[in-house]
């Protein structure tokens, strides 16, 4: 499968954004799906995660609160919605996909199989 991140950009702090990730080449409906960050200097950091069909997520305390992931499997995208952006917000956004049809979510970088070329998103102060 084939990943396309979209919907980065430059927003000031308390905004909003919303990422795109669309996949191409497997039926996106049986990967379970993530977002994950890189700031730079940092290591890849993980944000936030899906099942295959939406019935479970999770996202990482940092974000928790504020950023949304959610699916439309009918468009083969998933999506990231972040809100109350802040300053340390500031990285380049991955999204990633691993084949799965338990229902889990996938946490860890290893745990992906594929991954997209990645989208900047830049909070100003």
């Known amino acids: 499968v084939q990943l396309q991140a979209s919907g980065g950009g430059l927003v000031q702090a308390g905004g909003s954004l919303r990422l795109s990730c669309a996949a191409s080449?497997?039926?996106?409906?049986?990967?379970?799906a993530g977002w994950f960050r890189q700031a730079p200097g940092r290591e890849r950091e993980f944000v936030a995660a899906?099942?295959?069909?939406?019935?479970?997520?999770y996202e990482a305390d940092s974000v928790k609160g504020r950023f949304t992931i959610s699916r439309d499997n009918g468009k083969n995208t998933v999506y990231l919605q972040m809100s109350s952006l802040r300053p340390e917000d500031t990285a380049v956004y991955y999204c990633?996909?691993?084949?799965?049809?338990?229902?889990?979510?996938?946490?860890?970088?290893?745990?992906?199989?594929?991954w997209g070329q990645g989208t900047q998103v830049t909070v100003s102060s």
């Open positions: 990633a996909a691993r084949g799965d049809y338990s229902g889990s979510y996938f946490i860890g970088i290893y745990e992906y199989d594929y």
């Open positions: 080449g497997r039926t996106f409906s049986t990967y379970a």
């Open positions: 899906i099942s295959w069909n939406g019935g479970y997520a």
